[in-house]
C-alpha cells in the first residue's frame, strides 16, 4: 500500500512533465498527421529532422542567436529536409519510403557536421530558454509549472490555428485532394508534385520546430535523439484517431483530428510514465512505442475480421441447418 | 474545336510486350459535336481520350484544342481545357471530401490555387442550386463525405464537376459502364441535357451500341488504332445496329470482337 501510495505520487508529481512533453512531441505528431493522413505518404524524414531542428537551435542559441530566431531557423532546417526528401520522390522517381530513409540517413551525418559530436548541451541558467524541464519537477512553485505547460500548449494551439486556416483555402484543399484521389487532381488541374513537396516541406518544418523545443526542454540535442521519433507520431496519430472515432463520431472533424493527435502524444506520454512505474526498464521504452503502434493498427482489422468470420459464418450455418449437419 | 493529327502511341516499345495502341488517329470535331466512340476490345477508344487529357506524352503527331497546340502539355496543365468523366465512379471524385468540397475543387480547374478560402458562402449557395437540378437530393448532404454516395451519384456528382466550368471539350470514357442499366439511363440522360444546355464538344466511348447511335450527332468507329468509320447529321441518325455492324465487317474486314458490345445489344 505504501509502495503504491509513493508511487502514485511520483506519478502525480511526473505528469505536467509529462503533458509538456506530450505537448512537444504533439508538434511532430501533427507533422506526421500531415503527410500520413492527408497526404497519405509514410515520411520517415521525421527522424532524422527531429535532431537536425534540435542541434539547429542549439548550436545557434549558444551561439548568441536570439531564441525565437533560433527556432525559427530550426524550422527552416526542417523545412529543407523535408523538400530533400520531396525531391527524391518526385524529381527522381524513388519511393516515398525508400526517399524518407535516404534523407533521415544523411541527416545523421549533417548533425554531426553541424555539431561535430554526439551531444549539443544547451543550460536554461545561460540562455533564455522558452520551457525547460528543470521548472515542471516536483519542487517548483506551480505558476512555473503553469508557465511551462502553458508555452508548449500555446505552441500547439497556434500551429493547429494555422493548419486549419491552411487547409481551408485553395491550395491546402489542393493538397487534401492529392493525398485522397492523385488523378482526379491532375484532372482538375492540380500541380501533384509540387503539393507532395509543399506538404513535406511543411510537415517537417514542423518536426524541425518540436526538436527545437524538446532540445530546450531536455537541456541537450543528440544525434540519437530523433530514433524512432517515426513510431512515436504514429503512435500519437493513430491513438488520437481512435479515441476521436469513439468520442466524437460523426463530429470528429478536421480541427478535432488535428487537437486528437496532440492529444494522442500527451497520452501516449502519460500511458508510457504508468507503464514505467509498473517496472518497465527506459531500456523498454522503444520496445513500448512498437507494440502500442502495433496494437493500435491492429484492432480495428481484428474487429473487422471477427465480425466477418468464416469459422463464425460456418457455425451459425450449423444452427440455420440443424443437428446432424456438421462442418468438415 | 478539336484537332487530332496523326496520333500515335505505343506502350512497352522495344519489349515483347509492345502494344501499338493507336496508329496515327485523325479526327476534327467541330464546335458542339458530341461524339460517340464505338469499337473492339483494345481498339483505341479509351487510349484516345487518355491521349487527349495528357495522362502520358503521344509518340507522334499533333493535338489542337481551340486552336492551341497542347501536345506539349502536360496533364495537369491540360486540364483547364477539358473536362473528364471516368468509368469508374471512384476515379472521379474525392472519397474523403464532402459533396462541396469537390464541387469546389472542380470549380478551379485550371485556375491558379493561392490561399484564398478553398469554398465561399456564395459558392455554397450555388451549389445548393445545382445539386437540386440533380433531383438526388444531393443539396441537402452537400457536408457529406462522397464516398458515402452510390456509383450513379458520384457519377452525377463528377459530370456536375467535369462541366462546373466550361471545358472546351468534355471526355466521357465509358461513364456509365459500371452502373446498373436503369442508372446508366438516368445518367445518360443528364449528360444529354448538360451538353446541350451548354453547348459543348464532348466525345463518349461506349460500347452500347444502341446508347451511341442514340445519343450525340455523330458517330466514330475504331479499329486497330485508327478512325475507321465516320458519320454525322441525318445519316447517322437513320443507322441501326446491323448498319454498324455490316460497316465495322467492311471497313475491318473481320468481325467485331466486342464481348460486352455483343451482350448488351
Known amino acids: ?328 | 474545336m478539336l484537332e487530332l493529327h496523326n496520333i500515335k502511341k505505343a506502350f512497352n516499345k522495344g519489349t515483347i510486350n509492345e502494344k501499338r495502341a493507336l496508329n496515327g488517329v485523325e479526327l476534327t470535331l467541330d464546335d458542339g459535336d458530341f461524339v460517340t466512340i464505338i469499337g473492339g476490345n483494345g481498339a483505341g477508344k479509351s487510349t484516345t481520350l487518355n491521349a487527349i487529357a495528357g495522362v502520358w506524352p503521344v509518340d507522334e503527331g499533333a493535338i489542337i484544342i481551340n486552336g492551341q497546340n497542347v501536345t506539349g502539355l502536360s496533364e495537369h496543365k491540360r486540364a483547364k481545357f477539358i473536362g473528364r468523366v471516368f468509368q469508374d465512379p471512384m476515379t472521379g471524385t474525392a472519397a474523403t471530401m464532402e459533396i462541396q468540397e469537390n464541387l469546389a475543387l472542380a470549380a478551379r480547374r485550371g485556375e491558379k490555387r493561392g490561399l484564398r478560402w478553398g469554398i465561399t458562402k456564395r459558392e455554397r449557395e450555388e451549389y445548393h442550386e445545382m445539386l437540386k437540378s440533380l433531383d438526388l437530393g444531393l443539396e441537402d448532404r452537400m457536408t457529406a463525405k462522397v464516398g458515402l454516395l452510390s456509383g450513379g451519384q458520384r457519377q452525377a456528382l463528377t459530370l456536375l464537376m467535369a462541366t462546373l466550368k466550361k471545358p472546351e471539350i468534355l471526355l466521357l470514357d465509358e461513364h456509365t459502364a459500371a452502373l446498373d442499366p436503369k442508372t446508366a439511363a438516368k445518367v445518360l440522360e443528364l449528360s444529354d441535357k448538360i451538353i446541350a444546355e451548354h453547348h459543348l464538344t464532348a466525345m463518349m466511348v461506349t460500347h452500347n451500341m444502341n446508347d451511341a447511335i442514340k445519343h450525340g450527332n455523330r458517330l466514330i468507329m475504331m479499329n486497330d488504332g485508327k478512325v475507321i468509320f465516320d458519320v454525322k447529321g441525318e445519316e447517322k441518325a437513320k443507322l441501326t445496329v446491323d448498319d454498324l455492324l455490316v460497316k465495322f465487317e467492311q471497313a475491318s474486314g473481320t468481325k467485331l470482337n466486342n464481348d460486352r458490345m455483343l451482350l448488351s445489344e
Not at chain 1, 488541374?189 to 503539393?195: A, E, M, P, S, V
Not at chain 1, 524538446?214 to 484517431?241: C, E, K, P, T
Request: glycine share 10%.
Open chain 1, 1 to 328: 500500500m505504501e509502495l503504491f501510495l509513493s508511487k502514485l505520487s511520483t506519478f502525480g508529481n511526473a505528469i505536467p512533465g509529462d503533458i509538456t512533453q506530450g505537448l512537444i512531441w504533439g508538434v511532430l505528431a501533427i507533422g506526421v498527421f500531415i503527410t500520413y493522413k492527408i497526404l497519405d505518404f509514410a515520411d520517415l524524414t521525421v527522424d532524422g529532422s527531429l535532431g537536425l531542428g534540435g542541434v539547429v537551435a542549439v548550436v545557434l542559441i549558444t551561439n548568441g542567436v536570439p531564441v525565437p530566431l533560433a527556432m525559427f531557423i530550426a524550422f527552416l532546417a526542417g523545412c529543407a529536409a523535408g523538400f530533400v526528401t520531396a525531391f527524391f520522390n518526385t524529381a527522381l522517381g524513388i519511393p516515398g519510403i525508400l526517399s524518407g530513409i535516404l534523407t533521415q540517413l544523411a541527416l545523421y551525418s549533417v548533425y554531426l557536421d553541424i555539431n561535430g559530436k554526439a551531444n549539443a548541451p544547451v543550460s536554461v541558467d545561460k540562455y533564455p530558454l522558452v520551457l525547460s524541464s528543470r521548472f515542471v519537477t516536483a519542487g517548483n512553485a506551480s505558476a512555473d509549472i503553469i508557465k511551462t505547460v502553458g508555452t508548449a500548449l500555446i505552441f500547439v494551439v497556434c500551429i493547429i490555428a494555422i493548419l486549419y486556416w491552411f487547409f481551408g483555402t485553395e491550395y491546402g484543399m489542393a493538397i487534401r485532394a492529392t493525398g485522397c484521389n492523385s488523378n482526379l487532381s491532375k484532372a482538375e488541374g492540380i500541380n501533384t508534385k509540387r503539393t507532395t513537396i509543399v506538404t513535406l516541406v511543411i510537415s517537417n518544418g514542423l518536426v524541425g520546430l518540436s526538436g527545437a523545443l524538446l532540445a530546450q526542454y531536455q537541456g541537450f540535442a543528440d544525434v540519437n535523439m530523433g530514433r524512432g521519433a517515426i513510431v512515436i507520431g504514429l503512435a500519437s496519430v493513430i491513438i488520437g484517431m481512435v479515441l476521436g472515432e469513439v468520442i466524437l463520431r460523426k463530429h470528429f472533424n478536421f480541427i478535432a483530428k488535428l487537437s486528437f493527435t496532440a492529444l494522442g502524444a500527451i497520452i501516449y506520454f502519460v500511458v508510457l510514465r504508468i507503464v514505467m512505474l509498473i517496472g518497465l526498464s527506459t531500456d523498454n521504452t522503444k520496445l513500448f512505442s512498437a507494440v502500442i503502434v502495433a496494437v493500435f493498427l491492429a484492432v480495428p482489422y481484428l474487429q473487422k475480421q471477427s465480425r466477418a468470420s468464416f469459422a463464425k459464418a460456418g457455425k451459425r450455418s450449423e444452427e440455420s441447418l440443424g443437428a446432424g449437419k456438421e462442418s468438415v
